[in-house]
């Protein structure tokens, strides 16, 4: 099989592997999409994520679907020529953590193209089958590979307590910033404002029912924030961006007693804030890692039309190409969104 593999900083090449086969509990898959996702092009570019270190030849993608290809005798829910999302984690199942349903928090869990877990930018992978989800009719491949990006709003969802008709603020206009505003739209935020500075990805957002959009490099956001909520600033603020300054302005454009919600990851360890304002204010921060139990529910979403996901999609790459769509989504050219890469 073909596999785009990183063997060092900016050194991804395409080879030949050998084809895997299943084991207990296990299916073939063959991968027809996989997103881009902003981690696969930090591992490229930097060689690490933190304490996660790129060591040796290493397979990066996170974000896939595929149809099944054979499953062990062991797998009975399964048949060939089931079109799945994949679901990347693999937790223990063991811990207190997977025992109390929070399995995204589990400490051994084994993720999809984190090192030393090989991912999915491979024409064959065996995986689990219960961490495989079928897909209707309806939904193509790409769609089925960008439910991994949707289920993280819809996480972010949950944590943020948002109630019906509460204002939201979104600091971020990526693929986490759009599947967040997908989300709380459909939880029935009555309104919505989200920033950026690209303008193709605000073009995007604008389209949307009870959405303002800010052009940060245009107009001051705080400022703009503040008159649009009638000063007193917005019931939930979901920090998308990953930037050391949206966390600071989330604190500072949040309402008196509201939720601020990180879901971006800033390049370095440590993010400044000021405390007094978050405990005068006395807020409530929730922290979002991956998601959980959110997969049927998101494909169900899909399949009944509360959601969308082909809108995600703006560009799309052969696996011979990879590294070309991974260099456009680290210089946000042409307005990029999502990058797919498919098979």
Do not use: W
Not at 79 to 107: F, K, L, M, Q, S
Not at 162 to 171: N, P, S
Request: charged share 20%; with cysteine.
């Amino acid at each position: 099989m073909k596999a785009a593999v990183l063997h060092g900083i900016r050194d991804q090449r395409l080879e030949i592997l050998p084809d895997p086969v299943p084991g207990v509990g296990e299916a073939l898959v063959r991968v027809r999409a996989v997103g881009v996702c902003g981690s696969d092009v930090h591992y490229f570019v930097h060689g690490r994520i933190g304490d996660q270190v790129v060591c040796g030849p290493h397979v990066l993608g996170h974000e896939a679907a595929g149809e099944v290809v054979a499953t062990h005798p062991s797998v009975t829910h399964l048949a060939p020529g089931t079109r799945v999302a994949i679901e990347p984690g693999v937790p223990c199942g063991r811990c207190a953590h997977c025992a109390t349903g929070r399995y995204n928090i589990c400490e051994q869990v084994m993720f999809l193209g984190t090192p030393p877990v090989p991912g999915a930018y491979r024409e064959l992978m065996v995986y689990p089958a219960d961490r495989l989800f079928p897909l209707p009719d309806t939904m193509s491949f790409g769609e089925g590979a960008m439910v991994e990006t949707m289920v993280v709003g819809l996480h972010a969802q949950d944590l943020s307590g948002m109630r019906l008709g509460d204002t939201v603020a979104i600091l971020g206009c990526g693929p986490v910033g759009m599947v967040t505003l997908k989300a709380a739209l459909a939880a029935g935020a009555s309104r919505v404002i989200i920033t950026d500075r690209i303008p193709e990805r605000l073009d995007r957002a604008a389209a949307y029912p009870r959405t303002t959009t800010v052009d940060i490099t245009r107009e001051d956001a705080a400022a703009r924030v503040r008159t649009l909520t009638g000063g007193s600033g917005p019931d939930v603020v979901f920090e998308a961006a990953g930037a050391v300054e949206t966390v600071r302005q989330a604190v500072e454009l949040v309402r008196v007693g509201g939720t601020v919600v990180l879901i971006g990851i800033p390049p370095g360890d440590d993010v400044i804030f000021n405390s007094h304002a978050a405990r005068r204010k006395e807020l409530t921060f929730r922290c979002v890692r991956r998601f959980r139990h959110a997969y049927p529910r998101c494909i169900e979403l899909v399949r009944s039309g509360v959601l969308r996901l082909d809108d995600l999609v703006s560009h799309r790459y052969p696996l011979e190409r990879v590294n070309e769509a991974f260099e456009q989504v680290e210089h946000y050219r042409h307005g990029v969104m999502k990058a797919l890469v498919e098979f």
